[in-house]
Structure formats: C-alpha cells, structure tokens
Nanobody, 117 residues
Framework: QVQLVESGGGLVQPGGSLRVSCAASGTIFMLNDMGWYRQAPGKQRELVATITNFGHINYADSVKGRFTISRDNAKKTMYLQMNNLKPEDTAVYYC???????????WGRGTQVTVSS
C-alpha cells in the first residue's frame, strides 16, 4: 500500500524552529512533485511550499525566508525546516505527492504544528 506519513510536528514557542518530515512508503516507481500544505482551524487548506523531483522550489509569500523545503529522493522523504515560527503558522501540515505516470495525488494524514507561548 502506497502512503505518505508525516512526522515531527509539535508545540513550539514563537521564534522557535521545527522540522517536519514526510516519508513515502510502498512500491512507488515515480515520485514526482511534492509539497507541503497547511490548514488552520476555520480556514481553507493552503499551499506552503512545493518541490519538483528536479529540485525546483516554490514558497508561499507568508513563509519565504523562514521555511526551507527539501527532499531526499533516495529515501523517498521530504522535509520542511521551519524557523522563526509565528502563531499564525499554527495549523495541521499535510504532505502531498504526485506519483506515477498519471501524477496521481497522494496525501498524508497531517501533523499538528502549534506555535504558542
């Protein structure tokens, strides 16, 4: 069974740092574009950052200069390093991947990130 599993969320104070990971498991022949999305209570899910399998990166304006997305294709794992966290970064962070020739959408179950003093 192909799945994405996020880890590394938690509670952090404003100004702190956190790294979340997304590991793909199962038989995956093509792991294409990947990305992080987040959803805060009462709000729609929004894009945080994306990375292609060639390393092209895109960030939401709200996280530019603070967050860094990366991936290790050999480990089928993607990371999001989050620095200088703000209370408005509080959300459930979801991992997304496009897999296979047809770019099928795959989502993880999410990991909670809470920024609070």
């Amino acid at each position: 069974q192909v799945q994405l599993v996020e880890s590394g969320g938690g509670l952090v104070q404003p100004g702190g740092s956190l790294r979340v990971s997304c590991a793909a498991s199962g038989t995956i022949f093509m792991l294409n574009d990947m990305g992080w999305y987040r959803q805060a209570p009462g709000k729609q899910r929004e894009l945080v950052a994306t990375i292609t399998n060639f390393g092209h990166i895109n960030y939401a304006d709200s996280v530019k200069g603070r967050f860094t997305i990366s991936r290790d294709n050999a480990k089928k794992t993607m990371y999001l390093q989050m620095n200088n966290l703000k209370p408005e970064d509080t959300a459930v962070y979801y991992c997304n991947a496009k897999i296979g020739v047809g770019n099928r959408d795959l989502w993880g179950r999410g990991t909670q990130v809470t920024v609070s003093s």
